[in-house]
């Protein structure tokens, strides 16, 4: 005979204790986007209450961070100049290599991860070097070295591929190693589909693509089996930590990787899946607060041990705000 279930809800503290899935601030990593130049604190037009900042600026956002509890961010670059291969991205003086040495300095304890991509450095916007008007994998790869050893030695904590380049894992934690930060892991993004819901983003990091789409590296939203092979790859390859991107379209994706891995799995809660939040909520069409607690949860529960939002702050605010009372 079958129980019945609802004597499990009959009350706020029976439902707290067989409650499965908790979130923790602790879970989250809050993304910044850090533009070369001074003065800068401009909001993007369609991720509201997210900011570009520079430098000399970004303080202003650290100190409510680390204040609120969120212990990792992920840097991304707005450099003032482009050229076809990024080589601003490896430039030792370039702005994410300031960046991290100025964060480490004043937030030692801040857990600083830097995206390691070329669409915010190139002037065609492609994630690496073109050739007969596509990413030239192997060409990239060179690169890639290049920029992970300038991160890695500004004192990254932790550095994450976003390109989709093949070997990108292996080609990084050799370079890593032979220059003394055996140290530093690797977090793959290692399930990158092509997505619509970045478009956010781009705007943001002035990295859409001038021509094409990025069809030919990043993953078929059609395709499952293939993501178990993607993310093999990256383990083979010495990668720490495994993310899906985007999140809330991928849960399955996200549930698979945790089923047949025994890496931590990340989830990248993209910029669309942001913005929609945030519109519905301004045009108090949905309960935004609620909705962006159900929506992490739901990536948790999927299997995410680690999320990375633009919603990290005010998630905080509601979890720090809930143990208080
Ligand atoms: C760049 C990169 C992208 C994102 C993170 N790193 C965009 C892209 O692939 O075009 C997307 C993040 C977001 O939408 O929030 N390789
Ligand atoms: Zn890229």
Redesign the pocket.
């Known amino acids: 005979m079958s129980s019945r279930l609802r004597e499990n809800r009959k009350t706020a503290e029976i439902r707290a204790k067989l409650s499965e899935t908790q979130l923790q601030v602790t879970d989250f990593i809050y993304?910044l986007f850090i533009e070369e130049g001074t003065n800068i604190k401009k909001e993007i037009v369609s991720m509201p209450d997210i900011y570009r900042y520079s430098l000399d600026r970004i303080n202003e956002e650290l100190e409510e961070v680390v204040e609120l509890g969120i212990k990792s961010v992920i840097l991304?670059g707005i450099p003032l100049h482009k050229d076809a291969e990024g080589s601003e991205s490896w430039n030792d003086e370039g702005i994410i290599q300031q960046a991290i040495r100025q964060i480490k300095r004043d937030y030692p304890n801040l857990q600083v991860i830097a995206?390691v991509?070329f669409?915010?450095y190139t002037n065609h916007g492609h994630?690496g070097v073109l050739c007969n008007n596509d990413v030239d994998n192997d060409l990239t790869l060179v690169n890639l070295r290049k920029q992970v050893l300038a991160q890695a030695k500004a004192g990254v904590d932790m550095v994450a591929p976003?390109?989709m380049m093949d070997f990108a894992v292996r080609e990084i934690r050799d370079e890593l190693d032979k220059n003394g930060f055996q140290h530093i892991p690797v977090m793959g993004?290692s399930v990158?589909y092509c997505?619509s819901?970045?478009?956010?983003?781009?705007d943001a990091?002035d990295?859409?693509?001038s021509f094409g789409d990025?069809r030919t590296y990043?993953m078929d939203p059609a395709n499952r089996n293939e993501a178990i092979k993607e993310a093999q790859a990256d383990v083979d390859e010495g990668a720490a930590i495994l993310m899906v991107?985007?999140a809330l379209s991928y849960l399955d994706i996200i549930r698979d990787l945790k089923n047949n891995f025994d890496l931590p799995i990340a989830a990248?809660n993209?910029?669309?899946e942001?913005a929609m939040i945030k519109a519905a909520g301004k045009n108090g069409w949905i309960d935004e607060q609620k909705v962006m607690m159900e929506t992490l949860l739901s990536i948790k529960r999927a299997g995410a041990a680690i999320i990375i939002t633009?919603f990290a702050k005010e998630a905080a605010r509601v979890l720090n705000d809930n143990k208080g009372s």
């Open positions: 993304p991304f995206d991509c669409c915010e994630c976003s390109g993004y990158k997505s819901y970045y478009g956010p983003f781009r990091a990295s859409a693509p990025r990043q991107k985007p990248y993209v910029s669309g942001y633009y």
